[in-house]
């Protein structure tokens, strides 16, 4: 990249001032796209899932908050905490929906709201 008075050289193509201007911006909108996302990233809490059951369950955990995603999917053992991360509201508080599966019975469906960091969700 070479800068010839108002033409800028860039891979063997030139661009005038507007070319260069165009290219400044795009490079800030990068810069300001990643920023965004690592506020978006920053606003998650931890929480515990807890097998409370005498049996293994199958646990399927789906945050409300950030657009229904599954945030975890796995058989816990009795008494086996799972750490989990979920999105949280302009409040600070976090909303899960669970489904418990465990042996022959029929799945077992919950919503859950105002969690707070650190809290454990007893299954």
């Not at 059951?53 to 053992?77: T, Y």
């Amino acid at each position: 990249m070479k800068i010839f008075g108002d033409v800028l050289l860039l891979n063997g193509e030139m661009f005038g001032v507007t070319g260069m201007r165009k290219l400044i911006a795009i490079k800030l909108m990068v810069l300001w796209l990643m920023a965004l996302g690592t506020a978006i990233a920053q606003d998650k809490i931890a929480i515990q899932v807890i097998n409370t059951a005498d049996a293994a369950r199958k646990v399927h955990v789906v945050d409300v908050i950030c657009g229904n995603n599954v945030v975890f999917q796995d058989r816990l053992e009795p008494s086996q905490i799972a750490t989990v991360r979920i999105c949280v509201d302009a409040s600070g508080h976090g909303s899960i929906i669970t489904t418990l599966v465990g042996g022959c019975a029929s799945a077992v469906v919950t919503h859950i709201d105002n969690l707070v960091a650190g809290v454990d969700v007893r299954l």
